[in-house]
């Protein structure tokens, strides 16, 4: 294919011209370095994916766990030398509270929060983009409530 300067003007002359552009599905995404030359990516119904997206590989349940209000329960430990990537919550607590996300890496600052929540109400997180990382591998991602609950459902992300 060439590609010559000048007027256009023939319908005909623009398949020398066009760019191909081709695009791929895969259920896990490549990792990609500096200067790769990657496929566009499409999700499995084939429509492309226009922003960086993480997919959540691992799911983390919380199956009726007893958190007091100001001392936060462990609710994912990555595994060795990996950081959790926090993209998503859907959860519920027995008494009308907020529950707060912690970096054991500092501890008492929020990184992530729920609405405050009428007993039995659940949360579904809004959409976070590419999510909320812990500052350090092997950090834990701490789960606190602001009114002492038990705790449902699950946290999702990924760990990198």
Request: hydrophobic share 40%; no cysteine; net charge negative.
């Amino acid at each position: 294919m060439g590609y010559a300067d000048g007027s256009h003007d023939n319908p005909a002359d623009t398949k020398d011209r066009l760019t191909r552009v081709g695009s791929k599905y895969q259920a896990t995404p490549p990792g990609v370095a500096d200067g790769d030359n990657v496929y566009l990516l499409v999700d499995s119904g084939g429509r492309l994916i226009t922003k960086a997206q993480y997919r959540a590989v691992t799911f983390k349940v919380i199956d009726a766990v007893a958190v007091t209000a100001g001392a936060p329960a462990t609710v994912w430990t990555p595994a060795g030398g990996k950081t959790v990537r926090l993209l998503g919550w859907v959860l519920s607590s027995t008494a009308g509270a907020a529950l707060e996300f912690q970096d054991s890496g500092t501890p008492g600052t929020v990184i992530a929060q729920t609405p405050l929540l009428a007993a039995a109400g659940v949360h579904n997180s809004p959409d976070i983009g590419d999510g909320v990382a812990l500052a350090a591998a092997d950090n834990t991602l701490k789960l606190d409530v602001t009114a002492s609950s038990t705790v449902s459902g699950m946290v999702f992300g990924v760990e990198e």
